[in-house]
Each structure stands twice: as C-alpha cells, then as structure tokens.
C-alpha cells in the first residue's frame, strides 16, 4: 500500500514506472505475453511462444526517412557504439 499513496499522483499523470511500481507493490508480474513487440521480434528471430496466435496479422511499420543501408554492416567491419 506503500507505493500506491507514494506513486499515485505520479501514475495519474502517466508516468509508466509509476505505474508499473504501483502494479508491483499489488502482486503483479510482467510476463512475455504482455509485450507484443517482443514476441513479434522473436517470432521473426524463428522462436514460437507456446499458447500464442500467430495466425493474425502480424506487420511492421517500414519507416522510409532512414537509409537502411547504413544499418547494415558487413560481418567484417567493427561496430562503433
């Protein structure tokens, strides 16, 4: 009850790690089912989730203002952080 009295008014201005601490302090748990994103990466990566429907659309926004060929680099070349 802590974090609710604590994050509340945090959370009703949407600040998602206040909510996300207030759903902790309740008992919840983030799972993999809650993070579409994430299981769309892996479905592309080749890993099936069991109890998931890969049967919907499953779509990516292409972004065209990117040159996508400076994204990739040869294997031989060292990345640069």
């Known amino acids: 009850m802590k974090a609710i009295h604590k994050y509340k008014h945090a ?3 949407g600040n ?3 909510k996300r ?3 902790q302090s309740l008992g919840y748990k983030h ?3 809650d993070d ?3 299981i769309a990466l892996l479905y592309r990566a080749g890993i099936e ?3 998931v429907d890969y049967t919907g659309d499953i779509t990516t926004n ?3 203002d990117i040159n996508l060929g400076q994204l990739e680099a040869p294997d031989t ?3 640069k952080l």
């Open 62 to 64: 292409i972004v065209e």
């Open 11 to 13: 959370a009703a201005r």
């Open 16 to 18: 998602k790690e206040a």
């Open 49 to 51: 989730i069991d109890g």
């Open 31 to 33: 799972t993999i089912y």
């Open 77 to 79: 070349t060292t990345l």
């Open 21 to 23: 601490r207030i759903a």
């Open 36 to 38: 579409p994103k994430m």
